[in-house]
Nanobody, 123 residues
Framework: QVQLVESGGGLVQAGGSLRLACAAS????????MGWFRQAPGKEREFVAG????????VYADSVKGRFTISRDNANNTVYLQMNSLKPEDTAVYYC????????????????WGQGTQVTVSS
């Protein structure tokens, strides 16, 4: 079992920044890769970014590449998503999740999920 708790969401103006955090507990943190997904109202959940077990490899959705950075701190069991140059279309609930398939962009390949944190970007 893994428990994930996201934090750091909020309301920000377009062009601003937010840093999301996801604290994990349960299985050893370095035993699984991590990902961030988001879901806007009326839309399917979509992949945002992923990071490998020790953070050596990262992948991003084209829509956030160059603006978002995923990182992890295995000593503190936390994964982060630094979001810069935010746009109104980034508005969504953001979820972190665990996977054994490092680099996967498929939600079905992620097993444990957090409860989500709301990010709202105003224009």
């Amino acid at each position: 079992q893994v428990q994930l708790v996201e934090s750091g969401g909020g309301l920000v103006q377009a062009g601003g920044s937010l840093r999301l955090a996801c604290a994990a507990s349960g299985r050893p943190f370095s035993s699984y890769a991590m990902g961030w997904f988001r879901q806007a109202p009326g839309k399917e959940r979509e992949f945002v970014a992923g990071i490998s077990w020790i953070g050596a490899n990262t992948v991003y959705a084209d829509s956030v590449k160059g603006r978002f950075t995923i990182s992890r701190d295995n000593a503190n069991n936390t994964v982060y998503l630094q979001m810069n140059s935010l746009k109104p279309e980034d508005t969504a609930v953001y979820y972190c999740a665990t996977t054994y398939y490092s680099g996967s962009r498929k939600a079905l390949e992620y097993d444990y999920w957090g409860q989500g944190t709301q990010v709202t970007v105003s224009s």
